[in-house]
């Protein structure tokens, strides 16, 4: 019996010793485990965080910056056709080109096929000398507005007597320009300005 009371002992610490493990040490290097999931999650949320940062404030940076780009773009290409403003910038090119006449007859606003903006074509002519028609020319290129020119006619501009044309040496420049808006309402019997949908539906 006194032999075999070691044994036992050491059987029962060892088991002891597994339940030990069991219930104190296993639990325990699982928590460790998720804890350091945890810290890995939280390490790369806070570099996702911090690059989201770094954009946000690289964004906030190159805010003036870009509020100019949409300024200029919306001017270009305005939320409304604005024709009186349009009449203005042309009758301002042919003031400061100095040509001798000049009239402005704007088309029919006409939406284009995918519904984003339209498109006013519109009838400029203008007379006056060759380098006056050139500085025209040139002004209309650069307007602050947008403009497409689709035809372009120069001819002599001179009075005509018994059929006969009698040349001067004025020109005649007659074009046809599209001017743009982002309004696709802007056709006939259309409310003037961009869409809107109310919540009565009306």
Known sequence: MNRRAPI???I?????????????????MGEVSTTQDELQTAED????????LNALQDAQAAAPETEQEIA???AQVPPTAD????????????DRSAVDFFSFSPGTPAPNAAGTYSSIASQVTVSGGYFAIDEFLF????????AKVTTLAVTPSGASTGGTTLSTSNLQLQVTVEFYT??????????PGPSETTGTGA
């Open 182 to 191: 982002t309004d696709v309402s802007a056709g006939p019997g259309s409310i």
């Open 8 to 10: 036992i002992a050491g």
């Open 83 to 94: 024709l009186p403003s349009l009449f203005r910038l042309l009758q301002g090119a042919a």
């Open 139 to 146: 002004l209309l290129e650069t307007l602050p507005r947008a």
């Open 12 to 28: 029962i610490a060892a088991l002891v010793a597994l339940l030990a493990v069991f219930l104190l040490v296993l639990p325990k």
């Open 72 to 74: 200029a773009i919306d």
């Open 45 to 52: 949320q806070e570099v996702t965080l911090a690059a989201q």
